[in-house]
């Protein structure tokens, strides 16, 4: 990409594109139709408050990242979150109140964030910040789940509330998704799957991509299957090496090249889908898009983070305001000292450069 390629222009338009994909995907559904069109038009509204304070020098992302809690029901072999102690069976001390994210939200809107992705941990545990996101229709919530928690009372609030978008974590066929996550999960995935593609809910799908499963995961059986299940979009997650010994299981370049590659032929292919690549095409966007350059993370104690898989933080919200944490120090000087565009093997870049990321949060 050029010079003078505008990375939020880039990120509103991707958001609009998803919208109205689904809108042509979902037009039997009146209700849907018109939460979609609103959601459009708060879009663009959204994307001028945003062009409005990079026009004072101040970067507002598109995207919030929102771990709202760090327990999870399920014990997934190889659990990136397990494996750094972010996430456990403890009921956690002093993590996020349903208040506090209510005004994160709100502060979020404000300033023009109208895409909050809700992980955790499993984010299904706290309905009562899911039902805080219910009454922000401005802003669409894809919820990462592993859909284990899905009930007659989840369908219900996610047909009333057509913001909160599903996103079901599954590895491949019932013997891949099993093995990682234990017996009769891909079966409860598949269910949750068809009642929702019957009753025209939008929900998507998310794999964890290794040098292992990539052929599978851009294999046409395996696509072709959550096309007719009805999943409108699927999320590519690069695996992101929890230590050394697990590096090798990061992508290649090459095999990012690749993926990109296929993730263009699958958009060609099944133009109602919408498949996203995270961390995502940096030769595109410039660089890593973590530290509000294109995102940034809240963990569920409050702490500001350049992104999840980078848990470092200068600032706390529960003290200051999303705007002053995303002016922090330690953000700014990811954006302006190149760190985000530097070279890296595969993965992360935040990650790889580990060590800086601590001289910098050290420093301040």
């Known amino acids: 990409m050029g010079k003078n390629f505008d990375i939020q222009e880039y990120l509103a338009n991707g958001a609009e594109n998803i919208i109205k994909n ?34 004072k020098d101040i970067n507002i992302p598109a995207f919030l990242i929102a771990s709202i809690t760090s327990r999870c029901n399920l014990h997934c072999a190889g659990c990136y979150s397990r494996a750094n102690e972010i996430c456990s069976d403890e009921i956690p001390n002093n993590q996020l109140t349903d ?63 057509r913001n909160i978008i599903p996103i079901l974590s599954i590895e491949g066929n019932e013997k891949l998704t099993d093995s990682r996550r234990g017996d009769g999960v891909y079966n409860q995935l598949i269910g949750s799957m068809n009642h929702m593609k019957d009753n025209n809910m939008i929900f998507g799908s998310s794999i964890t991509i290794t040098k292992d499963n990539i052929s599978y995961a851009l294999s046409d059986s395996f696509v072709s299957n959550l096309y007719e299940l009805g999943s409108k979009v699927l999320f590519f997650i690069e695996y992101v090496p ?41 030769k595109e966007s410039g660089g890593c898009l973590a530290a509000g350059r294109g995102f940034f993370h809240i963990n569920s104690h409050g702490g500001a983070e350049p992104c999840p898989a980078s848990p470092y ?26 760190l985000l565009m530097s070279h890296h093997e595969g993965g992360c870049v935040l990650f790889e ?12």
């Open 22 to 55: 689904a809108i042509s995907a979902t037009f039997k559904n009146p209700k849907e139709t018109l939460f979609l069109a609103k959601f459009i038009k708060n879009s663009r509204k959204a994307s001028k408050i945003r062009k409005d304070y990079a026009k």
């Open 99 to 161: 208040d506090d994210w209510e005004d994160i939200f709100r502060q979020s809107r404000d300033l023009g964030i109208n895409f909050i992705v809700l992980a955790g941990g499993e984010p299904l545990i706290r309905t009562d910040v899911i039902l805080k996101a219910c009454n922000f229709p401005e802003i669409l919530f894809p919820v990462f789940t592993n859909g284990t928690m899905l009930d007659e009372y989840y369908f219900n609030l996610i047909d009333k509330n």
């Open 242 to 282: 929890v230590d050394i010994n697990a590096k090798d299981l990061a992508l290649s370049n090459t095999q990012r090249d690749h993926l990109l590659d296929e993730i263009s032929n699958l958009r060609e292919k099944y133009p109602e889908m919408l498949f996203m690549s995270f961390p995502g095409d940096e």
């Open 313 to 338: 933080s200068d600032i706390n919200v529960k003290e200051t305001s999303i705007l002053e944490a995303l002016e922090s120090k330690l953000f700014k000087s990811l954006r302006d000292g190149g």
């Open 353 to 364: 450069h580990e060590k800086e990321v601590q001289k910098l949060l050290n420093n301040k």
